[in-house]
């Protein structure tokens, strides 16, 4: 099993800064990407940020220059810091691993449970 934990979601003031984290534990034997989605109701979920296992970053556009995605590898843990927050950033943020969680196993997605970020104008 493996097990998702997020946090550091909230209110924040358009304009300001937070930063979320994603922690991965059990039994994880590889990890090839790490990422974040959000959603908001009614709409699909949709990619924000994704980091590869050779540290290569996608950003979706409307976030680029403003949201940074790292990652500690001994920690098992994606970050997320987000600055100049627009009301548009309201949504449900969800961290993703996808990894293998055993040799010879295929590889799959594991998400967390979902963090509210609302950014208030």
């Known amino acids: 099993q493996v097990q998702l934990v997020e946090s550091g979601g909230g209110l924040v003031q358009a304009g300001g800064s937070l930063r979320l984290s994603c922690a991965a534990s059990?039994?994880?034997?590889?990890?090839?990407?790490m990422g974040w989605y959000r959603q908001t109701p009614g709409k699909q979920r949709e990619l924000v940020a994704t980091?590869?296992?050779?540290?290569?970053?996608n950003y979706t556009d409307s976030v680029k220059g403003r949201f940074t995605i790292s990652r500690d590898i001994v920690k098992n843990t994606v970050y997320l810091q987000m600055n100049s927050l627009k009301p548009e950033d309201t949504a449900v943020y969800y961290c993703?691993?996808?990894?293998?969680?055993?040799?010879?196993?295929?590889?799959?997605?594991?998400w967390g449970q979902g963090t509210q970020v609302t950014v208030s104008s």
């Open positions: 059990g039994n994880i034997f590889s990890i090839n990407a």
């Open positions: 980091i590869s296992g050779g540290s290569t970053t």
């Open positions: 993703n691993f996808h990894l293998y969680a055993a040799p010879g196993w295929a590889p799959r997605d594991y």
